[in-house]
């Protein structure tokens, strides 16, 4: 399905529907944006988006029953509502007349009330729609939240990423998503990842089976929801191979086109891997900042030789 679902959309915003006489139980929306029909109830419909949402509020109000002769609402109500748009959204609490009700019914287009005022419900809108209609990919890996930071455990199947989750849940940080995630791109320099329906607040432990994270450890050690902040590759040990000591140079992969600082962790019996992660949040969140260990090391060091 490439769109969301005008009911979910209802849902996540509080909307009332004032047409139930129209069906809306399949009705997709597929536009991002929205619309406010100003021109459109002037009559110009040139480049007129009719994907997008329309919303009325205290300025189309206004004008649709201050300046306008009932015919010409009739005239310009259909015109608008032919192009067979989502949905028509009132603001404000403002009332809705039995004209445009019976209108829009003829046209089987919903109407909605809301009692936020416009520009409240444009920016609410806007932000769940890029959300819910941002590009999309799914991959195999661990999404936690730790100090604030979310962090994406990546690695082979069976090198240990849910059983570090299930140590850092215990250290009172939150689970966002354990195998699948699902990472979404809502903006230029921002990714989302969260856990599909199936199997959010679950983690499976090879041994034990499924456990439910929120029922054993509380609403406290789950998030529905996290931007991904940095990720951490678990992989084996290989005793010839050299591993980064410093970081002075930070290393990027790749998601949706968007750049994220990761870390290659060596798997070894004995290390904690719980902890390392909190290190490299917390040094993560450091570097944010404006402070950067491995640089200052350098520059010590630096200073010591010049001496």
């Known amino acids: 399905m490439d769109g969301v679902k005008l009911t979910k959309l209802m849902d996540r915003l509080g909307l ?17 944006n929205v619309n406010r029909p100003a021109l459109q109830l002037a009559g ?16 189309e109000y206004s004008y649709m029953y201050d300046k306008m002769t009932s015919e010409e609402r009739h005239v310009c109500f259909g015109n608008l509502m032919g192009y ?18 019976q209108l829009a019914i003829n046209n089987n287009v919903p109407v909605l009330s809301t009692d936020m005022d416009t520009c409240s419900l444009i920016a609410a809108m806007v932000r769940v729609l890029k959300e ?26 069976g090198i240990g990423k849910s059983e570090s989750a299930l140590e850092i849940i215990r250290r009172g940080h939150r689970l966002v998503s354990d195998d699948v995630v699902e990472l979404r791109k809502i903006s230029d320099d921002t990714i989302i990842g969260r856990a599909p329906d199936i199997t959010r607040h679950l983690i499976e432990l090879r041994g034990i089976g499924i456990i439910d994270v929120k029922t054993l450890f509380g609403v406290q050690s789950v998030k ?69 260990a491995a640089q200052e090391l350098y520059k010590r060091v630096t200073e010591n030789l010049m001496k």
């Not at 009332?16 to 991002?32: G, L």
């Not at 940095?230 to 992969?253: A, H, M, N, P, S």
């Open 84 to 101: 067979e748009v989502p949905a028509i959204v009132f603001c404000r609490g403002l009332e809705v007349s039995p004209g445009f009700k």
């Open 16 to 32: 009332v529907n004032v047409t139930p006489e129209v069906d809306i139980s399949e009705r997709i929306i597929t536009s991002p």
């Open 132 to 157: 819910e209609l941002a590009p999309t990919i799914s991959i195999h890996g661990v999404l936690v939240e730790i100090f604030g930071e979310g962090v994406l455990i990546t690695g082979e199947s």
């Open 224 to 292: 529905e929801k996290q931007e991904v902040n940095l990720v951490i590759q678990l992989e084996d040990w290989v005793k010839d191979k050299e591993y980064d000591r410093l970081g002075l140079e930070d290393k990027y992969t790749e998601f949706l086109g968007i750049k994220i600082p990761v870390h290659n962790i060596p798997i070894r019996p004995g290390r904690n891997l719980a902890i390392i992660c909190e290190a490299a949040a917390i040094n993560h969140r450091q570097k944010k900042m404006g402070y950067n």
């Open 44 to 59: 110009f419909f040139e480049n007129f988006d009719k994907n997008r949402i329309q919303l009325i509020g205290n300025v």
